[in-house]
């Protein structure tokens, strides 16, 4: 099993060690444009080996795509941050192209991948990719969704002073601070409503917490977080490679499924060998339909700017 990380950056690379510790894979190859860079991060991990106990060899390069030949899976983390006076449509351009570039090398020496984008904004850049690639739909996932269900699983766990373990929990829509869904509604702790045990003004303030966790911690940080998005790409790559058909909140391309065409969303899926293999109805109200709708045309509105470039 050889698996590949694209972008050495905080994300990748502890998305990368996370996949190491886990041994999912005989090789992992870790690749950015900076010279010398994943070559660094790589002799780093390889040097926790005797420590943590793997046997995964990890090999970074520069922009050596022809060195991730034959991977399984692809994951892709590349792009800039926004910048302080950049537009949104600055930031898709300029991440667009990354991405657009990336897949296509990718590709050409792993034609059979499953890719995983990481890269923001996500929901966007999974769409460029499904139009890009030209590979079946199943076969592109963005991993949004998990993120935010961690973060939301956090808020709760907090809220209800219990372990993050006792609880189901769900967020869907698009990944961003105005356009995820935390389905309160559906979340769950021991097959026990939350709602059983936290007020309406509660809930609300665990669903608004978590809409603008990845903000919070920037503004804490000075950056963007990077452990759980990390944690949270490996926690997916896990899910392909050993066909552990889990259901997570991913973004994928939907033809008609919640009433949306032509987009990609986050919505749960059963995730296994092949990619995302089936999309779970989980019979929103009217409000929740309402809010994925909203979602829905706000993400549609950053793909119209695909478009132009």
């Known amino acids: 099993m050889k698996i590949t990380v694209i972008g050495a950056g905080n994300v990748g690379a502890t998305c990368a060690e996370s996949i190491v510790r886990m041994e999912l894979a005989n090789e992992l190859v870790l690749l950015d444009i900076r010279e010398g860079f994943a070559e660094g991060k790589a002799m780093d991990m390889n040097q926790t080996a005797s420590l943590h106990g793997f046997h995964t060899k990890v090999r970074g390069v520069t922009s050596d795509y022809k060195a991730t030949a034959g991977s399984e899976v692809i994951v892709i983390t590349s792009g800039l941050p926004r910048k302080p006076g950049m537009t949104r449509e600055e930031l898709i351009g300029t991440n667009a192209g990354i991405v657009k570039s990336v897949v296509a090398q990718s590709l050409e020496v792993s034609p059979e991948a499953v890719v995983v984008i990481i890269s923001n904004p996500m929901d966007t850049m999974t769409y460029l990719a499904v139009k890009e690639s030209g590979l079946p739909k199943n076969r592109i996932i963005g991993m949004g969704g998990i993120l ?20 189901q929990a769900s967020v869907i829509g698009g990944h ?13 702790c021991q097959s026990t409503p939350v709602s059983n045990y936290l007020s309406p003004e509660d809930l609300d303030q665990v669903k608004s917490s978590t809409m603008v966790g990845g903000a919070t911690l920037t503004g804490l940080i000075g950056t963007s977080a990077w452990y759980a998005p990390g944690a949270s790409g490996a926690a997916l790559v896990a899910s392909i490679v050993n066909d552990q058909k889990r259901i997570f909140p991913c973004c994928v391309y939907l033809d008609g499924e919640y009433g949306q065409h032509d987009i990609c969303l986050g919505v749960p899926v ?10 779970i109805d989980y019979n929103l109200n009217e409000p929740e339909n ?9 993400v549609r509105a950053m793909n119209s700017v695909l478009a132009d470039l």
């Open 148 to 167: 935010d269900s961690s973060r939301f699983k956090y808020y709760l766990s907090e809220a209800l002073n219990c372990p993050v373990s006792d609880l």
């Open 176 to 188: 961003g601070d105005t356009t995820m869904i935390p389905l309160t509604r559906l979340a769950s």
């Open 290 to 298: 309402a809010a994925f709708e909203k979602s829905a045309n706000a």
């Open 270 to 279: 059963t995730i296994g060998k092949n990619g995302w293999e089936k999309i």
